[in-house]
């Protein structure tokens, strides 16, 4: 009898904290299971990208080309934007953040490294008063503001 409630409270914490990884509400096991499934699925995803981009960033630094690696999604609400360099530069970061900026991007979330690489993912939405804004535009204000930091510094 103490066995089965023993193994019954194991499985109900595990239970609790497969929902609270994956934030689900399902009630049922099988929800639950098809939701963690889900999250598995786009966490191998996201995995997938950023590996891309760590190859791409790998082929540039065996390339001698120090030019970034920049992706920009288009989202519903604003724009998700990636840039991965091999090198880790001072100020590069600002540079980036000033081009948002000149474009009328307001940064809701952003994840920068600046360790032996420099990589940064951020999320931004277009201001009200802000011109339209494509992703396209968007990757090219970021690589001027890439090149601009390089004239200025001539470090990177």
């Known amino acids: 009898m103490v066995y089965r409630i023993h193994r019954r409270t194991v499985l109900y914490r595990s239970i609790q904290k497969l929902r609270s990884i994956t934030n689900s509400h399902a009630r049922r096991k099988t929800s639950l299971i098809l939701n963690a499934s889900r999250y598995i699925r786009s966490l191998k995803q996201k995995l997938q990208e950023l590996n891309q981009l760590a190859v791409a960033a790998a082929q540039n630094a065996i390339d001698n080309n120090p030019t970034p690696v920049i992706k920009v999604e288009t989202q519903e609400e604003g724009f998700t934007i990636k840039v991965v360099c091999e090198k880790s530069c001072q100020g590069l970061l600002t540079f980036i953040l000033e081009a948002f900026e ?5 940064v809701l979330r952003a994840r920068a490294s600046c ?15 802000a011109p339209q804004v494509d992703a396209q535009m968007i990757e090219e204000k970021v690589s001027q503001a890439i090149k601009n930091r390089r004239e200025i510094t001539k470090q990177c």
């Open 115 to 129: 360790v032996e690489s420099f990589s940064l993912e951020a999320f931004g939405i277009k201001e009200n008063k």
């Open 102 to 106: 000149k474009l009328g991007l307001d």
